[in-house]
C-alpha cells in the first residue's frame, strides 16, 4: 500500500467536503432567505394591499393564505437549522483540512513512517467522524451531487494552485 497516495487521498475528500459544505450552506441560506422576504412582503403589503383588494381579491387572497401557511410550517423546514450546522461543521473541517495540508510536505518529503502515516490517516477519518456526529447526530444531510461536482470542480483547482509544487514532485 502507498501511504502517500493515501494520505493524499483523505487531503482531497477533506478538502472536497469543506467546498460541498460551503456550497450546500449557500444553497440553505438562500432558501431561507426567500422565505423570509416572502413573509416580510405579504405581511407589510397586506396594510397597502387593501387599496388594491377589489382589483385582485382572488390572487392578493391566496397570497395572504400561502404567507399564513409557510408562516405556520416555516419551523419545522430544516432551512436554517441545517445552515447553522453546516456553517458549524465546515469551520471545523476547514481547520481539519488545514492541519492535514499542513502535514503533507513531511509526508511528501518522506520524512513519516508508512505507519505514521498511516496512524495519522486513521485519526483524520476518527476527527472527521466526531465532528460530523457532533453537529448532524439528529439529523440527516441529503446528498446534493450538484454539490458533489461544483465542490470536485474547486478541490481540483484549489489543490492545482496551492499544492501544485508538492503533489507533482515540481521544486
Known amino acids: 500500500m502507498n501511504c502517500q497516495s493515501l494520505y493524499w487521498d483523505t487531503l ?38 387593501w387599496a388594491i383588494w377589489d382589483e385582485y381579491g382572488m390572487i392578493w387572497g391566496c397570497l395572504i393564505a ?22 458549524s461543521l465546515n469551520t471545523e473541517m476547514e ?14 518529503e518522506g520524512e513519516l513512517t508508512d505507519k505514521e502515516i498511516f496512524d495519522f490517516v486513521a485519526d483524520l477519518k476518527r476527527r472527521k467522524w ?8 439528529d439529523q440527516s444531510l441529503p446528498i446534493k451531487p450538484k454539490y458533489e461536482y461544483e465542490a470536485a470542480e474547486r478541490t481540483k483547482d484549489y489543490l492545482a494552485t496551492y499544492l501544485r509544487a508538492s503533489a507533482t514532485g515540481e521544486r
Open 12 to 49: 482531497v475528500q477533506l478538502r472536497a467536503s469543506v467546498y460541498y459544505l460551503s456550497a450546500y450552506q449557500i444553497h440553505l441560506e438562500k432558501w431561507d432567505t426567500g422565505i423570509q422576504i416572502f413573509l416580510a412582503v405579504t405581511s407589510c403589503s397586506s396594510i397597502g394591499g
Open 66 to 87: 400561502a404567507s399564513q401557511v409557510v408562516n405556520a410550517v416555516k419551523g419545522f423546514l430544516p432551512f436554517q437549522k441545517r445552515a447553522k450546522e453546516i456553517g
Open 95 to 108: 481547520k481539519l483540512a488545514l492541519d492535514t495540508e499542513n502535514k503533507w510536505f513531511s509526508v511528501f
Open 130 to 137: 466526531e465532528i460530523s456526529n457532533k453537529h448532524f447526530r
